[in-house]
């Protein structure tokens, strides 16, 4: 099992920044891919960044450019920070583990963009 923990929502204005954090904790030996969805009001839950075991990473075309998706296998966590922040970036934001084929999901943390 893969215990994921999100953190660092909030509620932030439009143009600003936000750092997201995911710790993993469990049996994270062998996770492969990790990333970040995200679920807008009353809209389905869409790929925001992803991020290979061996840092390759793959960005949705309404992130590219202000967000930088990274991991930190040392310490078992992984980031998101988004800049230029819009109101369209309102979302729960997930993180995620692909490890030997299971996926693992975060609770979730409630990013809101005010305008």
């Known amino acids: 099992q893969v215990q994921l923990r999100e953190s660092g929502g909030r509620l932030v204005q439009a143009g600003g920044s936000l750092r997201l954090s995911c710790a993993a904790s469990g049996r994270i030996f062998e996770i492969n891919n990790m990333g970040w969805y995200r679920q807008p009001p009353g809209k389905l839950r869409e790929l925001v960044a992803e991020i290979t075991s061996g840092g390759n990473t793959n960005y949705a075309d309404s992130v590219q450019g202000r967000t930088t998706i990274s991991r930190d296998n040392s310490k078992n966590t992984l980031y998101l920070q988004m800049n230029s922040l819009k109101s369209e970036d309102t979302a729960v934001y997930y993180c995620?583990?692909?490890?030997?084929?299971?996926?693992?999901w975060g609770q979730g943390t409630q990013v809101t963009v005010s305008s």
């Open positions: 995620y583990g692909n490890r030997m084929g299971s996926l693992y």
